[in-house]
């Protein structure tokens, strides 16, 4: 099983709502990523989980919470968005974080957030 | 700072051999690797260079040139499915992959 899976596909909120984006992977991978997309760009760093252990935050505003409840999840926590932050957020894993290891990385099909 | 350049857009049609470039200026690096996104997609891995040289993968082919800091996708005997963004991403050996700035690739009948 390649496969990463997210969800919702889909989610529209509002900037007072508070909601949670889901990921999961179960082909044993220790390093588990968020990233940003908005269109026609590549994806943007957001946080970088090794082992479960939050790793890399790459300056990303509180209102989004990263959580890893075990090895094969993933979440992110939205709180007080604004509608600059509607974009497709993508998750991905890879099999570790050492030096060689991020460069093959499985994308989930991403969440499709709009915050109005 | 770190910066990957990539033309946006690249044109070409079935059958055809296209070559999308990728320079980049990183600290630290490990590797470059292709990434391919359909739209409304995910990206999915294509290739891999840690060494100079050339990679075959089936119609596609990666190169590095590390002291150059230049590598390049070649797509050959090119399909309408080929349509997509193709991203290189370089490996800084920092937990983490920095993505280059996309190229379109079109290809027409």
């Known amino acids: 099983d390649t496969e990463v899976t997210q969800t919702p596909k889909h989610l529209v909120m509002g900037m007072t709502n508070k909601k949670s984006l889901k990921c999961e992977q179960h082909?044993?991978?220790?390093?588990m990523y968020w990233y940003k997309q908005k269109a026609k760009k590549p994806p943007e760093l957001m946080f970088v989980y090794s082992y479960e252990k939050l790793s890399i935050n790459e300056s990303v505003p509180s209102r989004f919470s990263p959580e890893c409840p075990n090895s094969s999840l993933l979440n992110l926590h939205l709180h007080a968005l604004q509608p600059e932050d509607s974009a497709l957020y993508l998750c991905?894993?890879?099999?570790?974080?050492?030096?060689?290891?991020?460069?093959?990385?499985?994308f989930g099909p991403g969440t499709r957030l709009t915050v109005t | 700072g770190q910066s990957l350049e990539q033309p946006s857009e690249v044109t070409a049609v079935e059958g055809a051999i296209v070559q999308i470039n990728c320079t980049y200026q990183t600290s630290g690096f490990y590797g470059l690797s292709w990434y391919q996104q359909h739209d409304g997609g995910a990206p999915t891995f294509l290739s891999y260079n840690a060494l100079d040289g050339l990679e075959e993968t089936g119609r596609f082919s990666s190169f590095l040139s590390r002291s150059d800091s230049y590598g390049y996708l070649l797509l050959q005997e090119l399909q309408m499915k080929d349509s997509a963004s193709y991203f290189c991403a370089v490996n800084t050996g920092f937990q983490k992959l920095v993505f280059g700035t996309g190229t379109r690739l079109l290809v027409s009948p």
């Open positions: 991905a894993s890879s099999l570790g974080t050492g030096t060689q290891s991020p460069y093959e990385q499985y």
């Open positions: 082909m044993g991978h220790r390093a």
